[in-house]
Each structure stands twice: as structure tokens, then as C-alpha cells.
Nanobody, 124 residues
Framework: VQLQASGGGSVQAGGSLRLSCAAS????????MGWFRQAPGSEREFVAA????????KYGDSVKGRFTISSDNAKNTVYLQMNSLKPEDTAVYSC??????????????????WGQGTLVTVSS
């Protein structure tokens, strides 16, 4: 399984970006896909996740109400719509896949595969 993230870039505060993560290879019927981010000098932080069962979702506290995760199962692709971006959202965003999960999880140890990351820069 390979994950290809895209959609990062530079935007001014208050702007929007949409990230995409396409999974190639066999993902199975039960899986969870998540987004994590890491800013320079900081620990990796959970952003959002979506589970294949009932499309359950979870969000990190810092992005609730601003970010929306969604998936297109036919395309094996998950999206992260990011609105009202703030300078503190600046980070490398990575997508991850839990091959056996059913419901969205914040626990990065559950994720089996990771994408290469895409940089999001928000200027004030």
C-alpha cells in the first residue's frame, strides 16, 4: 500500500486549502485514514481521521469547526478541507492508513502506512 498526499501550499491567514491522500494497493473493507501534522520543533499532532464504518470522524481540538475530513471510497482517496487557516496551522501534513480499523482513531500507533507529507504554510 502506498499513500500519496497532495494539495499543500502557501496561503494567507483566513484562507483555505484542500489536501488529498490517495491510497494505492489493497486497503480492505475496514480501514481508517487519518491526517497528522508536525510543525518544526514540535511533536506530531493528530488532525483528523475517518473510519470506513459509518464514516465516523474525529478531529483534533485545534481544528474542530474549521477542518473537514471526507472520503471517496471508490477512489480510495481521503480529503482534508481546511478553512479559516491560521499561522499556527503551518506544518507538514501527513496522511496515514490503519488497515484493520473500523472507527476513526487519534492514536498514531494504530496506523500502518504513512504518506510522504505535504507542506502547508499559512502567513499572517
Amino acid at each position: 500500500v502506498q499513500l500519496q498526499a497532495s494539495g499543500g501550499g502557501s496561503v494567507q491567514a483566513g484562507g483555505s486549502l484542500r489536501l488529498s491522500c490517495a491510497a494505492s494497493g489493497r486497503t480492505g473493507r475496514s480501514y481508517v485514514m487519518g491526517w497528522f501534522r508536525q510543525a518544526p520543533g514540535s511533536e506530531r499532532e493528530f488532525v483528523a481521521a475517518i473510519g470506513s464504518w459509518y464514516s465516523s470522524t474525529k478531529y483534533g481540538d485545534s481544528v474542530k469547526g474549521r477542518f473537514t475530513i471526507s472520503s471517496d471510497n471508490a477512489k480510495n482517496t481521503v480529503y482534508l478541507q481546511m478553512n479559516s487557516l491560521k499561522p499556527e496551522d503551518t506544518a507538514v501534513y501527513s496522511c496515514a492508513l490503519d488497515m484493520s480499523g473500523r472507527y476513526a482513531s487519534t492514536n498514531e500507533d494504530r496506523y500502518d502506512y504513512w504518506g510522504q507529507g505535504t507542506l502547508v504554510t499559512v502567513s499572517s
